[in-house]
C-alpha cells in the first residue's frame, strides 16, 4: 500500500496553503497547474471543462510551457466518450485518481479503440482526476506521459490527497464570482429576486443580511435567524464544509454557499426528475445515438430503451424525439447554473 514521505506531505502542504492564499476568481492557473507537475511528474498537464452531451469544451487550461498533445475539438471525441474506461468510471460515480491501466493491460489495450486514440497522439500513459460536478458537466485534471513509464500509487495518492482541497478551490473561486455578481444588484432587484447575501462578523453572528436572504432563512428555516444562525445552517458552518448546505421545501431548493465571511443563498426550482437510466439514455440520444446503439452502449435491449425513452416523453411533456432533446438540454442547463 503506497504512503506519503515525509517530503511529500511538507510539499503538498505547502501547495494548499501558497494556492488558498491567492484567492482569485480562476481557481486553476497555468502557473497552479505547473506546482501541481512539481508533485506529480508528467509531460503534459491540463485542467477542463466539458459540456459532455454536446462534446464541447467549456474550458481548458494548461500548464505553462505545455503543448496540448490532444487538439480540440478531435475527430475521435464521440467515439472515445462512449469507451474510454477511466471516463467511464468516473461517469459511473467513482471518486479518485485513475489511469487506463488499472482497467486494462497491455495486449487489451493494444487491441481497444483507446490504445489507437493514444498511439495518434503519442501518449503512452495517461491519469485522470475528477473533482466533484454535475453529471454533464466534468471537471478533469489530465496528465499524460509520452515514454515507457507509468504513473505509480504514489502519483495517485498524491492526487487523491489532493482532490478535496483543488475542489474547495473551484468552490471558492465560484462562490467569489457569484457574489461579485449579487453584489451589482444588492437590493435592487424585484421581490421575487433568487439571490441573498449575508455577512457574517467575527464570531460567525449575523452582521447584514440581504432583504431576500431574510426571506429565505425564514421560508427555509424554522427558526429563522435571530442572533444565532439556525441549528442546521451553524452545524454546517462549523463543519467548514466544502459542500454547499441545500433545503428543500415546497418543490424548491435552497443552496448556501460561503466564502469566508460571506454567505451566499440562491432559490431555485426543483425541475423534471430524470431516473439515472433515463438521464444516461438522454445523454447518448442528444448525442445523435440511434436506439440501437443505445441499447449497445448500455447493454439494454432496444425494447428497454424504447421504454425509457416512452417515460421520458412522459415526463418532458412532449411527444417528438427532437422536443425531448431540446427540453433535456434546457435540464441540465438550469443544473449546471
Not at 469507451?83 to 489495450?109: I, M, N
Request: glycine share 6%; net charge positive; aromatic share 8%.
Amino acid at each position: 500500500m503506497a504512503t506519503l514521505s515525509r517530503s511529500d506531505t511538507e510539499r503538498l502542504l505547502r501547495f494548499v496553503a501558497d494556492a488558498e492564499a491567492i484567492g482569485g476568481d480562476d481557481p486553476f492557473t497555468p502557473d497552479l497547474l505547473a506546482e501541481v507537475g512539481r508533485l506529480v511528474e508528467a509531460d503534459w498537464i491540463a485542467y477542463s471543462e466539458l459540456d459532455s452531451v454536446r462534446t464541447a469544451l467549456l474550458v481548458e487550461i494548461e500548464r505553462t510551457g505545455d503543448a496540448c498533445p490532444i487538439p480540440f475539438p478531435d475527430p475521435f471525441s464521440n467515439e472515445i466518450a462512449d469507451v474510454h474506461p477511466v471516463r467511464l468510471a468516473h461517469a459511473r460515480g467513482y471518486v479518485g485518481a485513475l489511469k487506463v491501466s488499472d482497467f486494462l493491460s497491455g495486449a487489451e489495450l493494444r487491441r481497444s479503440t483507446v490504445y489507437e486514440w493514444l498511439r495518434h497522439y503519442g501518449v503512452a500513459h495517461s491519469m485522470e482526476l475528477r473533482i466533484p460536478h454535475t453529471r454533464w458537466r466534468p471537471r478533469t485534471f489530465h496528465f499524460d506521459r509520452f515514454g515507457r513509464r507509468d504513473f505509480s500509487e504514489r502519483d495517485r495518492l498524491v492526487l487523491d490527497t489532493l482532490r478535496p482541497h483543488l475542489t474547495r478551490l473551484w468552490r471558492a473561486a465560484r462562490t467569489r464570482r457569484l457574489l461579485r455578481a449579487a453584489l451589482v444588484h444588492l437590493n435592487r432587484a424585484p421581490r421575487k429576486e433568487s439571490q441573498g447575501i449575508v455577512v457574517l462578523d467575527g464570531a460567525g453572528t449575523l452582521d447584514f443580511a440581504s432583504r431576500e436572504a431574510k426571506r429565505m432563512l425564514s421560508e427555509f428555516f424554522s427558526s429563522g435567524w435571530r442572533r444565532r444562525p439556525p441549528p442546521e445552517l451553524e452545524s454546517w458552518l462549523q463543519s467548514d464544509s466544502a459542500e454547499p448546505l441545500r433545503r428543500r421545501r415546497d418543490g424548491r431548493v435552497l443552496v448556501v454557499e460561503r466564502d469566508r465571511q460571506t454567505l451566499l443563498l440562491r432559490e431555485q426550482r426543483i425541475g423534471v426528475q430524470l431516473t439515472e437510466r433515463e438521464q444516461e439514455v438522454m445523454t447518448l440520444v442528444a448525442r445523435g445515438k440511434t436506439n440501437s446503439e443505445v441499447a449497445e452502449l448500455l447493454w439494454l435491449a432496444p425494447s428497454t430503451v424504447r421504454k425509457h425513452l416512452e417515460n421520458v416523453y412522459a415526463k418532458l411533456g412532449v411527444r417528438t424525439r427532437t422536443s425531448a432533446v431540446v427540453r433535456f438540454l434546457g435540464l441540465i442547463e438550469v443544473e449546471a447554473s
